[in-house]
């Protein structure tokens, strides 16, 4: 929850812009100019479910203010759901950042403005690769109505080098789409060097398996940092394209990978988690918490292999696996309930379609329904893992008394933190990961 002195702030830039007109735009532009010269955040978002409005005039105005002079403080740009339109409000905010006048600026973030298209995205990428932003950290447009050309010249601004430091990029989502032209000359950007620092990349649409094949074989270059979070999700690629992913994710760069989201790929099938399977099984991806397997084409073949993976102790960082709508026959629900019983160190939270079926043929086994099983198995693994964290924290408490007799005297007892066995669900987390403006605030109805 943002701060009441942040809402206060973010507030007055919002009713600054949404009064706009014609008749008072000096008074408001003066106000404008005023307000900017203190803010670090410039953060304005409107409604979602909102389809038609004119913020665009008074967000150009706020554009025309960012290009009188410097604003040094400001480290933050966000318009979210504010329909920014690419001839006045994107025209003008570009041409604040090409001039320089945001040399500190952190965080652009115009994502969920459609109509900012292709021609929007041009502007955008001429300002950023005529101005140096060496602190720019991250770069959101997702569900921007960009395109192809967008892409390409995004990358292209991009592979100036103007923003060395980025380490989010966050473009694309399932109403966009891109080839493998776009892609291209992103991938020619990934091993050039110029983003050595990029650890989150979300690009969603890509339909061409040569274009995701081309970007995956530049990661595999080492180029870029060491990987946290990659979003393929809505892309459209196979077998070779989950080869190519295979091998990026056995490089140095990717054993930092936390998040993997392959969701909304219908193209991805049990040969193509075969070949994922070498990457889970080569122990590089032990600090991965979310695979993001939903609404994929798998049958009860690639969960089998999957659940193969789990028992076998791999993966072992991981939280969260989706792989809602995957075929879950009784052999491969069986098989993930075995992961979590031999395996005692799988907690991971399983969201699947379980077969409707009471037939269990262990005799061992506590439940008559196989997904009663799999919580049971996964409780049991849950409470061991915290027996033994207690179990170790006493033993700590007790060598360190022993060191110290006089330490945890006179010192009241906390209340004991309560344990928990599960993560936020996945889109949840996914949106408060990428969050960089705080969405309960709407200033641009």
Known sequence: MASSKFVDQVDVLGNLVRSWTTENREDVEAKLLAEL????????????????????????????????RSFPR????????????????????????????????????????????????????????????????????????????????????????????????????????????????????????????????????????????????????GKVGEFKNLDLSNCKFGLEGAKALADVLQTSQFSTLRLLDLQG??????AAIGALSAAFKSNNLSNLRCLGLKKVSITGAGLLELASVLESGHLPGLMELFADGAENTPASAEALVR?????????????IDWPNTPEVTAEDWPSATLQGNADFFKRRNKDRQ???????????????????PQEGKDVETLPEKKETSELKPWKRGLSFARRDVPVEIKVCS
Not at 37 to 66: F, N, Q, Y
Not at 265 to 270: A, G, K, Q, R, Y
Not at 386 to 404: H, P
């Open 339 to 351: 992961a979590y019983e031999k395996n005692t160190a799988l907690v991971a939270l399983i969201t």
């Open 265 to 270: 790929n219908p193209t991805i099938d049990d």
């Open 37 to 68: 010269e203190v803010e670090t955040m410039v953060v304005l978002h409107g409604s979602a479910d909102r389809e038609t409005g004119d913020d665009d005039d008074g967000v150009a105005a706020l554009g025309r203010v960012l290009q009188q």
């Open 74 to 221: 400001v480290k933050t740009l966000g318009l979210v759901y504010c329909r920014l339109k690419e001839e006045k409000s994107v025209a003008e905010l570009a041409k604040a950042i090409g001039a320089g006048n945001l040399p500190n600026l952190e965080t652009l973030n115009f994502g969920s403005n459609s109509k900012i298209g292709d021609a929007g995205a041009k502007l955008l990428a001429e300002a950023l690769g005529s101005a140096k932003l060496p602190g720019l950290h991250r770069l959101h447009l997702i569900d921007s109505g960009v395109g192809d050309e967008g892409l390409t010249a995004l990358a292209k601004a991009l592979g100036t080098g103007n923003a060395p430091s980025l380490t989010r990029l966050h473009v694309g989502s399932e109403n966009e789409v891109f080839h493998s032209s776009g892609a291209s000359t992103l991938a020619q950007v990934f091993g050039s060097g110029h983003l050595p620092a990029l650890e989150d990349l979300s690009l969603q649409g890509l339909v061409d398996e040569e274009g995701v094949v081309a970007l995956l074989k530049a990661l595999e270059l």
């Open 386 to 404: 915290i027996a033994v964290s207690r179990q170790f924290r006493g033993t700590v408490d007790s060598e360190a008394s022993e060191e110290n």
